[in-house]
Nanobody, 115 residues
């Protein structure tokens, strides 16, 4: 079983930035695509960004141009740089493989955008 441990969330104002980190263990991260997902209260969990083994990235339309996903295979880390944050970015953010493995969801990290 792969373990994902997210960190870096917090309370920010609109327009500010945050960088989320995710430590991956239990498997060789080189072998699979990774993704960041988020879940707002009362909403389903949706993909925000993904990155393949070859660093090809995809983004949800709502975050294109504002968020950047990256990976560091040597250190088994995946990151999400979030700029120009909006109220609607408020959610718990998770990382997982792409497609996600249901058994591997971690606790996530809370991002709250509020004035």
């Amino acid at each position: 079983q792969v373990q994902f441990v997210e960190s870096g969330g917090g309370l920010v104002q609109p327009g500010e930035s945050l960088r989320l980190s995710c430590a991956v263990s239990g498997s060789n991260v080189d072998f699979f695509a990774l993704g960041w997902y988020r879940q707002a209260p009362g909403q389903p969990r949706n993909m925000v960004a993904s990155i393949t083994r070859d660093a090809i990235t995809t983004y949800a339309d709502s975050v294109k141009g504002r968020f950047t996903i990256s990976r560091d295979n040597a250190n088994a880390m995946v990151y999400l740089e979030m700029n120009s944050l909006k109220f609607e970015d408020t959610a718990v953010y998770f990382c997982n493989s792409r497609p996600p493995a249901e058994a591997d969801w971690g606790q996530g990290t809370q991002v709250t955008v509020s004035s």
